[in-house]
Structures are given as C-alpha cells and as structure tokens.
C-alpha cells in the first residue's frame, strides 16, 4: 500500500537539486611520456598555464561521461530462458564547447594537438626518418604513437554553488578526435565558440589522486571520518 506523506517530508529532498551551471574542467598529463606534445604546444605559442587553467575557464559547456555494456546472449542454458551477460565496458565519447579567444588560443590548442597526433611525417620521435616538410609534396600522415599524445589528469568536476558536495571525473587516455566545424557570418556579432569531441580509453568516477586515496575518499568512496560524522549528525 502506498503510503501516505506530507510534503515536508521530501521537500528537502526536491529543495537540494544539483544543478547544470556548476563545473570546472581541468586538462593535465597530456602526452607523459617524454613531454613531447607539451614541447610541440609550446613551440606553437600554447602555454602550460594556458591548457591547465584558461583552456578549462573558456568551456562554456560540457557533457560527463557515460558507459553502458556490450553484453551477448545465451539462450538454452536454462531452459525455456533467454540471458545477457556483459563482456566489454564502452565509454562514450565526450564533447566540450569552447569560446575563442581573441588571441585564437583555444582553437590553436586543439588544432596543434590534433596536428601532433598525426606530425610523425614532419615531427619523427625516436625514429630515424628524415622529417617531410608539410608543405611538401611528399608529405604523408603517419600517427605518433598512443603515449606521445594522450592525456591521462583531464578532469571534469561537478559540484554546486554551496560548493560542499562535488562528484569529479579524471580520464585516462584522453585526446580530440573532432573539431566541430566553426561559423562565422557577416550578420550580428556573436561570441565565436568551438565544439571538441573527444575519445578516451576509461574514465575514474570519484576522486584519484594518492591523498585522497590516503583519506578513503577516492572513487566516491566516503572516508570513515565522514561517516562518522554523520553517524553523530544522526544521532544527534
């Protein structure tokens, strides 16, 4: 039977809604090994600060991440039943829209990435092919390898304007695999944005850095100083 209840009852529940204008991104570990992508950005006039901290402030949208199973199906292994039973995680591709820039940071940051996954033509890393001018026409697309140019600390964290709770998302071989096409028109004057998607390997949902793992709040983990606290709160 239903059972019946006032409005007081889940009216805090309804009065404590997160909402979609809270986020901060944050881009990290791009490239770790041998520093080669960040070497590339900067040559490009791409600043460390300009990717660790304006880059995240011009995101003017976002999406979190979502997953789902590839699952596959036995039939008869129970009589007269039909079973699904997962075998593959997937992870959906993310998409970020970015303002630009008066100084074209934000596109020359995305566009220098993309061109560094496929520079090993014009760009060799431990190879001994002589480097092919892109201007030339000899030049050819060949793709540096995996560990050159993914990042692996991009962060996507979610929380309020009480900024008390927050759930936070780290991606683990992050890198741009599309740049939406951009609009310019010579009617009214509007704000140039830029849309990226973005391909991943996984993602970590919760907190991943080694103190919080120390504290016991990693991984959407709560530490037991927190339920404690609200053991007392409880009781109290």
């Known amino acids: 039977m239903p059972i019946k209840r006032r409005i007081s009852d889940f009216k805090p529940l309804f009065t404590n809604l997160a909402l979609t204008s809270h986020y901060e991104v944050r881009f990290g570990g791009l490239g770790s090994s041998g520093g080669e992508l960040i070497s590339y950005l900067n040559r490009k006039g791409i600043t460390q600060r300009f990717i660790a901290e304006d880059c995240g402030l011009l995101c003017s949208s976002a999406s979190l991440p979502t997953t789902s199973f590839a699952t596959a199906t036995i039939s008869g292994n129970h009589m007269g039943a039909t079973e699904y039973f997962a075998h593959t995680r997937q992870y959906s591709p993310i998409t970020l829209e970015f303002y630009v820039d008066k100084n074209y940071n934000a596109l ?38 995996p560990e050159y140019y993914k990042s692996n600390e991009t962060k996507i964290t979610k929380f309020d304007k009480d900024y008390n709770k927050e759930i936070e998302y780290t991606f683990r071989g992050l890198f741009p695999s599309a740049i939406a096409s951009l609009g310019v028109s010579y009617s009214a004057s509007n704000i140039l944005s830029m849309g990226v998607t973005f391909q991943y390997d996984r993602y970590i949902a919760g907190k991943s850095s080694s103190l919080s793992g120390l504290l016991g709040n990693n991984n959407n983990f709560v530490s037991n100083v927190v339920n404690t606290v609200n053991l007392i709160e409880n009781i109290f």
Do not use: C
């Open 108 to 145: 020359k940051f995305m566009e220098s990435w993309m061109e560094f996954i496929a520079s090993g033509s014009h760009n060799p890393i431990d190879s001994t092919l002589a480097p092919v001018k892109q201007n030339s026409d000899a030049y050819l697309f060949r793709m540096q390898y």
